[in-house]
């Protein structure tokens, strides 16, 4: 028993001596490096993950007033999406903007332009003309509608025959009404408790004005109109597309006519879009229709209403007086 306790104390004792001896080997190890190598492929790769996003910009300079061409576009890659940016260039093409983009430059919505002007067609332009109950069908009217304008042209009280109302102008665009427009045209619906709605509440403020789309060469018809007559709107449906034939009636002359031709040069043509608009209308030739036989019974009219004429010992041209009626308006015009 003695001897196997002394044999168990020497392995023990041997056991020690060994474990002294590793732990001895272990200290005398160098130290592992610190964990700063380990820590840097994490910071690269971080900065590598930045988000980007598609951008539409600019590829070349675009000046304003012009249309986007697609080869003036490109799509980038950029670490920021600024409001009102475009991933796709398709929607831009043939918008316009209203102010020069230089190169690189992200295409916003708020750099091109919108609003009513981009409503109207080529050739047209957009006019004003004011407004009433009665003469927007009992206000009726509303942006989109198509309807025909009337003028009537009153005479003096003596001369009650020589009124006249005829259709001025077929089949016009209307644009906006009052405060409603075709690009920001208000809900239909009401709300769930009966309330109005804001295109009601916009119906039952009283319309001042009227903006119809009109071909610039008629524009003189209208500006004329509403100056020597009254105008009326007529609704029409949309599906109504008759038009009255041009060619039944003598064309207007200009107030301002083009140079004679020249011997051996061929005769002008008539005077369309922007010229005729340049040449503008008399209003004399609104009422009379620009014939010989009206103007000579203008003429008559003028002379038949006038009470005197003006003397010339002051010195000045003797001429006629014609009163205008407008409304509640009187006008007295000298010849």
């Known amino acids: 028993m003695i001897h196997l306790t002394k044999i168990i104390a020497a392995i023990l004792v041997l056991l020690a001596i060994a474990l002294g001896g590793y732990a001895w080997i272990l200290s005398r190890q160098p130290a592992p490096p610190p964990p700063v190598a380990a820590t840097a492929p994490t910071t690269s790769s971080s900065k590598a993950q930045v ?27 950029l670490p920021i999406n600024p409001s009102g940016a475009f991933k796709d260039s398709a929607p831009l093409v043939g918008r316009v903007p209203v102010f020069d983009l230089g190169e690189g430059t992200p295409v916003l919505e708020g750099q091109l332009a919108s609003g009513l002007a981009m409503r109207v067609e080529e050739g047209e332009r957009a006019i004003a003309i004011k407004a009433d109950e009665i003469m927007g069908v009992g206000n009726k009217v509303q942006p989109g509608d198509f309807v ?11 001369d009650v025959d020589r ?39 916009q119906r039952n403020d009283l ?15 209208l500006t004329l109109g509403e100056s020597a007559g009254r105008l009326l709107l007529a609704l029409r449906n949309p599906l109504d597309t008759t ?3 041009p060619a039944l009636l003598a064309a207007l002359p200009a107030a301002l006519q083009p140079p004679p031709s020249k011997r051996g040069e061929l005769a002008r043509p008539p005077l369309e879009g922007l010229d005729s608009a340049q040449a503008g209308l008399t209003t004399v030739d609104l009422v009379t229709g620009g014939t010989v036989a009206g103007r000579r019974a203008a003429a008559e009219n003028r002379i038949n209403t006038t009470p005197a004429p003006r003397s010339s010992g002051s010195g000045a041209r003797a001429g006629f007086e014609v009163e205008m009626i407008r409304g509640d308006k009187s006008e007295t015009l000298r010849y």
Request: no cysteine; hydrophobic share 45%; net charge positive.
């Open 51 to 77: 988000p980007t996003f598609a951008v539409v910009v600019t590829a070349k300079p675009v000046a304003a007033g012009h249309a986007i061409t697609a080869d003036a576009l490109r799509v980038e890659q």
């Open 148 to 158: 025909d304008v009337f003028v009537i042209l009153k005479s003096d009280g003596k």
């Open 163 to 201: 009124s006249q109302a005829r259709l001025l102008l077929p089949r016009k665009r209307v644009l906006a009404f009052g405060s409603a427009s075709v690009d920001s045209l208000p809900s239909k619906a009401v709300d769930g408790n009966g309330n109005p709605t804001a295109q009601q509440q």
């Open 207 to 221: 319309p001042r004005t009227a903006v119809l789309a009109v071909p610039v060469a008629d524009i003189n018809r």
């Open 243 to 245: 038009l009255p034939d």
